[in-house]
């Protein structure tokens, strides 16, 4: 798909999850990437977690999740990484998971962008989180051209889901009340209304 969208004319690319909101802060994204120079090719632009809370509804999570880590880690207890955003070529190769992109062989060198920004919702509610680990994570047990060490949280939390304990992972994740006003006082999180704002002035409530 990015090279069919170079190939149509991009300037630039985003391969975007869809649990992911890229935005740029008190600019447009449109602004920010047109800024570039031209000897820049690519963006690593940070990831930054909401995590879930109680009682949320499938439909409208982003109503309910509404605070924001100040640093994210993935699964595994490690930083979460970076995703990538690069110029349109037409011979370009996006790694998996999108935190990285090659040309004839050698990776695009990315320069890190603090005017963008991605908010990242990946644990939700439980129905719709378990069914997204059950289904992916048998997708890359299936797959035999992948190495076993790409898609490191998948597996581990598809395997957590096969020995029935995803449930009290999820559990784990959950911001109670005392949970919050800790995080909270501790500045490791913060309320961001970004995503909740920019969907309500498209009329998404």
């Keep these: 798909m990015a090279r069919r969208a170079a190939e149509l004319g991009a300037d630039w690319v985003i391969n975007n999850d869809d649990d992911e909101f890229w935005s740029a802060p008190g600019a447009t ?11 820049c090719s690519a ?5 930054y977690n909401h995590p879930p809370v109680t009682n949320i509804d499938s439909q409208w999570f982003v109503s309910a999740m509404r605070l924001r880590e100040r640093r994210s880690v993935n699964a595994l207890g490690e930083p979460l990484p970076p995703k990538v955003c690069h110029r349109g070529f037409a011979d370009v190769i996006v790694e998996q998971g999108n935190h990285a992109a090659t040309r004839g062989g050698a990776a695009l060198a990315a320069l890190s962008c603090d005017a963008i920004e991605i908010a990242h919702y990946p644990v939700r509610d439980y129905p719709s989180f378990e069914n997204k680990i059950a289904k992916g994570g048998a997708a890359y047990a299936r797959n035999t051209e992948l190495d076993g060490s790409v898609g490191g949280t998948w597996r581990h939390l598809y395997a957590l889901w096969q020995a029935g304990r995803l449930r009290a992972w999820y559990d784990q994740q959950i911001l109670t009340p005392d949970r919050i006003a800790a995080d909270v006082a501790a500045g490791r999180l913060a309320e961001n209304l970004t995503v909740l704002n920019a969907l309500t002035r498209k009329g998404w409530e």
């Design 29 to 39: 994204l449109r602004g920010i990437l047109a800024s570039m120079p031209e000897t």
């Design 43 to 47: 963006l690593s632009i940070e990831r």
